[in-house]
């Protein structure tokens, strides 16, 4: 079978385990009915997500030129502190960054190695941990908009980190504790004026990964100089594809780039 197209993240199914799907424009792929398969993936061309053209691919799927100027790339992603959409102030465009940010977010604690900090927007629950590999979570607050919610992550990020050890989380190597507990510890950090969006729930969500191997040492697929590769699939986790040797593809991290997978 050959499936061909532009690589954009997978969309995930949550399930027991959870379902993995690669959409590639015109073909569609089930990623766990390839469990157990070889695989070979050719880096054909690139394809910008913004533009089409083909371009290196800079960050997040796009050229740089698009990277510096889509909606969707502006400094806000990363930092939802830095919003101000809120205020009636455009980063880039102000109608898709009000659309995107005025809208209820939640600050979370997830495992997925150790315990981190994260925001995202309340409709991306649980898509959000799934694609970081998370095995648990819990939220932590509520909030109106992306702003609010990253005035909490930043008081928070003195406390706990807001970054994933990919490779402890491809590895299976996850902290074991008590979400609950820690988010009563937490709560304390939450600025005054944002506390009332705590949320005093203390519902935990679980997640089950397809791998049938998880790597004992990890080695990064990168095809931008490796275009061709070719491997037996065992796992898949997060964003990433695991093959045997413990040579992990990311497939986020390949947005953009234009690839023919042969199974």
Known sequence: MNFEGQIRKMITENGSPIRYYLNLKDDFLDVNQQLGKKIRISHLHNQCLNCGLDHPIYRMGYCKNCFFTVPEANENIIRPELSTAHLGIAKRDLEWEQKFELQPHIVYLAVASDIKVGVTRLTQIPTRWIDQGASYATILAKTDNRYEAGVIEVALKNHVSDKTNYVRMLKNEVLEVDLIQQKDLFKVYIPE???????????????????????????????????????????????????????????????????????
């Open 193 to 263: 004026e944002e506390s009332k969006f705590y949320l005093p729930d203390t519902s935990i969500y679980s997640f089950e990964y397809p791998v049938l191997q998880y790597p004992e040492k990890v080695k990064t697929l990168n095809l931008a100089k490796q275009p061709e590769f070719e491997g037996t699939l065992v796992g898949i986790k997060g964003q990433y594809w695991i093959f045997e040797d413990g040579i992990v593809w990311n497939v986020r991290g390949h947005e953009g780039f234009y690839v023919k997978i042969e199974i």
